[in-house]
Each structure stands twice: as structure tokens, then as C-alpha cells.
């Protein structure tokens, strides 16, 4: 279960807060469209999810987030990635910078956790299937279209298949196609272990949670 309890964040150098007194619980088996306009704080809500406030954006905290009943902060970082998939609106921010090639962005975090090689080389093969990438399989990363670097770090979070999913705006760089697909992906593996939180300002998108 997720749960957020009169959570308030003012970034540093801000004198309004962007999200102020926020209080919900959402449970595994939920899939859950979060929308409003640009600026509105959609981003800014999956971060504190995920972790990175106030350890990567720094900024006033108030409240808590809770994650199966701990406060979020004191989870060791593993334990987060093995909860916590975000896939971010800015796809060229999320790559690891350290990899050479597709192939080896979308299996570096299953390295990082110690799967079984048999077992990598398998769940990476079917990703970069799914997601129509296994063209591109050996090209440098950088080397790629934003809507391709939004497939690879769509492909490189799933492949981890966490429990609690955020993303943010997740087909901004996507054609119709990519989309659908993407839709119809995330939608299929949804189950009563996993959480899905999509950020929007598409309401098109909105309407299948």
C-alpha cells in the first residue's frame, strides 16, 4: 500500500509550495490516472513517490510517504528499486549514461541486482521485442530519437517488473502507435499485486484507468 499523509513540498528557492497538504492511500490492484494541467504538480507528486525528494530535489518536506506501512525515507535505496518503477516525461534525463549500447541499458539494472545471465538475456530479448526495439539493439543510446529513448527507458524500467509503477507523461514523445502499444502494455500487467499510477494531461489516456 501506498500512503501519503499531509504531504507539503516547497523546492528550494521557491517561496509557495507545489504541493501542499496531500493525503491518499492507494493499494496494490489499483490502476489510477493522475491529470491536470502542465505545472499543476502531476511530476512533482510521482517524485516524492519515488524517492527523489528531497535527496535528488532539494526543497522544504512536510507529512510523510509511506510505502507498506514504512516512511519511504528510511527504505534502503535496493529495497525502493525493487518497489518503485519511474519512468520520467524526459527520457534522455532517466539513461544510466554508462552504457554503450540498448541491449546493455535495458539489462544493466538486472545485472545490477545479480539475475541469473540465462535468465537477463531472455527478459531482455522479449523487452526490446515488445517495445520494437531490437532494430536498434546495438546502437548507442544517445544515438536515438527521443520517442526511441522513451521506448528504451520504458523497457529498461518494466523489465524489473515492480510492484508500484509511476509514470509521468509516459507516451509524450510517442506516435499514436508507440502509444497504444505502451497502453495496452501497461494495462495488461496490471494485477492484484501491482499499483499503477499514470500521470496525464491526456484525458484520452486518462479514461483507460
Not at 528550494?12 to 505545472?39: D, H, R, W
Not at 524526459?90 to 545490477?112: D, F, K, M
Request: glycine residues 6%.
Amino acid at each position: 500500500m501506498l500512503e501519503l499523509k499531509d504531504f507539503s513540498f516547497t523546492p528550494k528557492l521557491n517561496t509557495k509550495p507545489i504541493l501542499e497538504g496531500i493525503s491518499f492511500q492507494a493499494n496494490y490492484g489499483e490502476s489510477i490516472a493522475l491529470t491536470g494541467a502542465s505545472g499543476s504538480g502531476k511530476s512533482t507528486l510521482l517524485q516524492a513517490i519515488a524517492g527523489f525528494i528531497p535527496d535528488l530535489i532539494k526543497g522544504e518536506v512536510k507529512g510523510e510517504v509511506y510505502l507498506d506501512g514504512h516512511p519511504l525515507q528510511k527504505l534502503e535505496p535496493e529495497k525502493r528499486l525493487h518497489k518503485l518503477g519511474y519512468i520520467s516525461s524526459q527520457p534522455h534525463y532517466q539513461l544510466s549514461g554508462i552504457c554503450s549500447t540498448v541491449r546493455e541499458e535495458v539489462a544493466w539494472s538486472l545485472s545490477n541486482l545479480g539475475v541469473n545471465p540465462d535468465e537477463m538475456r531472455i527478459r531482455t530479448e522479449h523487452i526490446l521485442q515488445t517495445f520494437n526495439l531490437q532494430n536498434v539493439a546495438e546502437r548507442h543510446p544517445q544515438s536515438l530519437s527521443s520517442g526511441q529513448q522513451q521506448r528504451l527507458i520504458i523497457a529498461s524500467v518494466l523489465i524489473l517488473e515492480p510492484p508500484i509503477l509511476l509514470l509521468d507523461e509516459p507516451a509524450a514523445f510517442l506516435d499514436n502507435k508507440a502509444r497504444h502499444t505502451l497502453l495496452d502494455y501497461i494495462l495488461k500487467s496490471a494485477s492484484s499485486q501491482r499499483l499503477i499510477i499514470w500521470a496525464s494531461s491526456n484525458l484520452e489516456e486518462a479514461a483507460y484507468f
